[in-house]
């Protein structure tokens, strides 16, 4: 049986204007345990 994981994933984003904006991006993810929802992603 499968469980909803909500996982974030921060990362360094360039805009348009040239600056460098750190961002967090949630994902929901479809894993039987977090290590398995961490290597999805």
Do not use: H, Q
Request: proline content about 2%; overall charge negative; some cysteine.
């Amino acid at each position: 049986m499968y469980n909803w994981f909500e996982c974030k994933v921060r990362y360094d984003k360039t805009l348009d204007t040239g600056m460098i904006k750190t961002v967090t991006e949630p994902y929901l993810v479809d894993a039987m345990s977090f290590t398995e929802a961490e290597a999805r992603i």
